[in-house]
């Protein structure tokens, strides 16, 4: 990767005495302090299992997905893991599109090792069917701008992508039993991957003759570094492991430092990739979240009324219908009242005493209606005269 760097850039000499003057002054020619790192930005697409990251310039996708397919013989009950990279040449004039470069390859390894030596994803929940079926699981990174140091961004690119990954639901069934039935989103929620802990690249770059070291090289200061190592740690501080490529030899207080400012950094990586994916996740849950707008809660209520109103108005119907049927067995008790009040007392010239004022009311079914007589009585008893109750009776 040094070489394909210093046949891009071609580099003059005063350009590299700047970088390396700059860096004697405990400063470089982006601004940072020597173990200070770019701006990092997490970002996930609309799609389970994609992220985007942005170290600087440095510009990185990461896509996983899965499949099943049948396990290795030395290990039947555990899933398998793979990283794949591309490097498009609108990255970086020097990728050449089709077969993978060395630098591609040397990216891949780097980010593999990482992940497979320390065991972060627990493969054996990966098994399905014992020694049958287990789920493979594949990361594709796309580099799609080269700012420097791109295993750093890549690595947080497939650890973002793992933990926002959900792979289907599937169950057993069949006469056997061993029948795998994959269940789609719809019918059963994707289940999450299990990752014990997130192993974080940190990479260092060697400059000049005295063997300065920085912390996350740009391109620029990848043209000139003699040496880079990257340590790969989680936020506990255990080392996962170490790659240490080109350049003349190292010393282990040396190694050391580095290690113990990795350690620093890998905790803060971690938390920045744990808030972006509790971000993702709790946006992800409410967006499942149906919620029924209001012309939809309107028209829900406005039949409710008309039944309502339907209601009252057949209930009134109903309570004139018994009133007037009550009504009439009144008066028809009456009539024979009246019959045999007529036999025993001839004298009587009005028939029709008996005969009521008003009838019942529509709204009271109970009113039994006025007594002419009795109404007559009380008003003699008051002193009014007969004229009087002749009106009422009219």
């Not at 004039?93 to 077969?99: H, K, L, M, N, V």
């Not at 990739?273 to 967006?287: H, M, P």
């Not at 009380?378 to 009776?393: L, M, N, V, Y």
């Amino acid at each position: 990767m040094e070489q394909r760097l210093a046949n891009t850039w071609r580099m003059t000499v005063n350009e590299k005495k700047f970088i390396e003057t700059a860096l004697h002054s405990d400063l470089r020619i982006d601004g940072r302090r020597p173990f200070d790192y770019r701006e990092l930005t997490v970002k996930f697409g609309r799609e389970d299992g994609s992220s985007e990251v942005q170290l600087g310039l440095t510009h990185v996708m990461g896509f996983v997905s899965s499949q099943l397919v049948q396990p290795y013989r030395d290990r039947p009950n555990e899933g398998t893991l793979s990283v794949y990279t591309e490097f498009s040449p609108m990255a970086d004039p020097s990728f050449e599109a089709g077969r993978p470069t060395e630098s591609a390859v040397e990216l891949g390894r780097v980010i593999d090792r990482g992940l497979r030596e320390s065991r972060a994803v627990d493969t054996e929940s990966l098994c399905v069917v014992s020694g049958k079926f287990v789920w493979s699981i594949r990361i594709d990174l796309h580099i799609l701008d080269n700012g420097g140091n791109l295993v750093d961004a890549a690595n947080i690119a497939a650890l973002a992508a793992l933990l926002t990954f959900r792979r289907p639901e599937c169950s057993l069934g069949g006469e056997d039993g061993q029948e795998v039935i994959v269940h789609p989103p719809e019918v059963r929620e994707p289940l999450p991957l299990i990752i014990h802990h997130l192993p974080i690249a940190v990479t260092f770059a060697f400059i000049g003759d005295e063997n300065t070291v920085v912390i996350d090289p740009t391109h620029f200061e990848e043209g000139v570094m003699g040496g880079r190592l990257t340590a790969t740690l989680n936020a506990n501080g255990d080392v996962c492991a170490i790659q240490k490529a080109g350049g003349d030899g190292v010393m282990q207080s040396v190694i050391m430092q580095c290690l113990r400012v990795a350690s620093v950094k890998a905790a803060d990586i971690t938390a920045k990739i744990r808030k972006a994916v509790d971000s993702y996740n709790t946006e992800r849950a409410l967006s499942k979240i149906r919620r029924q707008p209001a012309s939809v809660a309107v028209q829900v209520t406005e039949p409710n009324q008309i039944e309502v109103k339907e209601f009252l108005s057949k209930h009134k119907e109903k309570l004139m219908l018994k009133s007037e049927e009550g009504g009439a067995s009144h008066s028809d008790d009456m009539e024979i009242e009246a019959q045999s009040s007529e036999q025993d007392k001839s004298r009587r010239k009005d028939s029709t005493s008996k005969s009521f004022v008003g009838g019942p009311l529509s709204w009271d079914p109970y009113s039994k209606g006025v007594d002419f007589e009795e109404l007559q009585a009380s008003i003699a008893s008051r002193g009014g005269t007969c004229r009087e109750a002749r009106e009422i009776k009219v």
